[in-house]
């Protein structure tokens, strides 16, 4: 767990304006980035490991693990360059804790550990949908809190309404596949390749409306949390009865993209009337879908409210949000023991309020 020490007034991490390398290494990107509190994003580095897994149709966790060990050094310095700035002038270092895959946690928690040590700087440990949840702060106009967050990807789908930095209530979450999991095993199902969820949005495009007939999952009941397996069955029998052409899996695709996005905007427009606010974050991987986007826009203009995203290029795990959340949490005081550990699993609730 964190440990919450004040620490001598002359520590280099505790000045008024401070530079973070961030590591994420939760699942099958390695992200590194510089984040400076008056600058900005320094530096952001990115590989991804898609062709990696590609022809497991998934990702393999101990394939995951040695290509974290491959790369996140060189990346490491690589940041560094890019923002010509040496190790003297970070004043701490924030890594992904959890949840994620415990060996793909643990080669960033080892490595982010070790240089805190050697460089003599404070370490913390970040969650990684506390990541996603803050990514929309790092553009301008940020959301102000507090405001309900829907965190949409590959392994995760919850609704929080979040009071401020580390003040979250998981209002409804998975209890199955999540969206981006879904989107995955749909467009595996239409031949796509791996990661299919972009190339079945994509796929989506030459789509028309009216052919198919979708669920919405969960939404004829009250609550907050998701179901999408069901979902994914429905679109494996559609798939199966149909005539097999490439407009029929356009058809398919759109249909199925269709009700994932009704039913994500019904329990956003649920959970804003549950907490009677006006104002929505919407991040992780799914957050990237143009109709998803376009359709909360609408949505929250009819309430006169506002939606707020990461950029394209924070919609996937990444250093910088790591590195923006490990910020606020070390100016609050928070760092790491050498006995860190990773956490695959952590509730967002567990975390300390700053």
């Given at each position: 767990?964190?440990?919450?020490?004040?620490?001598?007034?002359?520590?280099?991490g505790?000045?008024?304006?401070?530079?973070?390398?961030?590591?994420?290494?939760?699942?099958?990107?390695?992200?590194?980035?510089?984040?400076?509190?008056?600058?900005?994003?320094?530096?952001?580095?990115?590989?991804?490991?898609?062709?990696?897994?590609?022809?497991?149709?998934?990702?393999?966790?101990?394939?995951?693990?040695?290509?974290?060990?491959?790369?996140?050094?060189?990346?490491?310095?690589?940041?560094?360059?890019?923002?010509?700035?040496?190790?003297?002038?970070?004043?701490g270092?924030?890594?992904?804790?959890?949840?994620?895959?415990?060996?793909?946690?643990l080669?960033?928690?080892?490595?982010?550990?070790?240089?805190?040590?050697?460089?003599?700087?404070?370490?913390?440990?970040?969650?990684?949908?506390?990541?996603?949840?803050?990514?929309?702060?790092l553009?301008?106009?940020?959301?102000?809190?507090?405001?309900?967050?829907?965190?949409?990807?590959?392994?995760h789908?919850?609704?929080?309404?979040?009071?401020?930095?580390?003040?979250?209530?998981?209002?409804?979450?998975?209890?199955?596949?999540?969206?981006?999991?879904?989107?995955?095993k749909?467009?595996?199902?239409?031949?796509?390749?791996?990661?299919?969820?972009?190339?079945?949005?994509?796929?989506?495009?030459?789509?028309?409306?009216g052919?198919?007939?979708?669920?919405?999952?969960?939404?004829?009941?009250?609550?907050?949390?998701?179901?999408?397996?069901?979902?994914?069955?429905?679109?494996?029998?559609?798939?199966?009865?149909?005539?097999?052409?490439?407009?029929?899996?356009?058809?398919?695709?759109?249909?199925?993209?269709?009700?994932?996005?009704?039913?994500?905007?019904?329990?956003?427009k649920?959970?804003?009337?549950?907490?009677?606010?006006?104002?929505?974050?919407?991040a992780?991987?799914?957050?990237?879908?143009?109709?998803?986007?376009?359709?909360?826009?609408?949505?929250?203009?009819?309430?006169?409210?506002?939606?707020?995203?990461?950029?394209?290029?924070?919609?996937?795990?990444n250093?910088?949000m790591?590195a923006?959340?490990?910020?606020?949490?070390?100016k609050?005081?928070e760092?790491?023991?050498?006995?860190?550990k990773?956490?695959?699993?952590?509730?967002?609730?567990?975390?300390?309020?700053?």
């Open positions: 767990m964190h440990i919450r020490k004040m620490l001598p007034d002359n520590f280099i505790l000045r008024k304006l401070m530079r973070v390398l961030g590591i994420e290494t939760s699942c099958d990107e390695t992200g590194v980035a510089i984040y400076d509190e008056q600058q900005g994003i320094m530096s952001h580095q990115l590989y991804s490991q898609v062709k990696l897994h590609a022809d497991y149709g998934g990702v393999v966790p101990e394939l995951a693990s040695r290509d974290h060990v491959r790369k996140l050094v060189p990346l490491i310095k690589k940041a560094l360059t890019e923002a010509n700035c040496t190790h003297k002038e970070l004043d270092i924030a890594f992904t804790k959890g949840p994620g895959l415990v060996g793909a946690l080669v960033g928690s080892s490595v982010a550990r070790s240089l805190a040590y050697a460089w003599q700087l404070p370490a913390v440990g970040v969650h990684h949908m506390e990541g996603h949840l803050l990514a929309p702060m553009d301008e106009p940020a959301p102000a809190f507090p405001f309900v967050a829907l965190l949409v990807s590959g392994g789908s919850m609704m929080v309404e979040v009071k401020g930095i580390g003040q979250y209530q998981v209002l409804g979450e998975s209890v199955d596949d999540a969206a981006g999991e879904a989107f995955d749909t467009a595996k199902l239409l031949g796509l390749d791996y990661p299919g969820g972009p190339l079945l949005a994509k796929m989506a495009e030459q789509g028309e409306a052919h198919y007939e979708f669920p919405r999952p969960m939404t004829s009941k009250p609550g907050l949390d998701f179901s999408f397996s069901g979902l994914k069955t429905h679109a494996a029998n559609t798939i199966r009865q149909s005539d097999g052409s490439a407009q029929a899996h356009a058809n398919i695709a759109y249909a199925f993209q269709e009700a994932v996005v009704d039913t994500l905007a019904i329990k956003c649920r959970a804003l009337k549950h907490t009677g606010l006006k104002r929505l974050v919407i992780g991987g799914v957050s990237a879908n143009k109709q998803l986007r376009q359709q909360l826009k609408v949505m929250m203009d009819s309430i006169k409210g506002e939606v707020f995203y990461p950029r394209f290029e924070y919609c996937t795990d250093g910088a790591i923006y959340a490990g910020l606020q949490r070390l609050a005081g760092q790491e023991s050498l006995q860190t990773a956490q695959p699993r952590w509730s967002l609730e567990e975390l300390d309020a700053i």
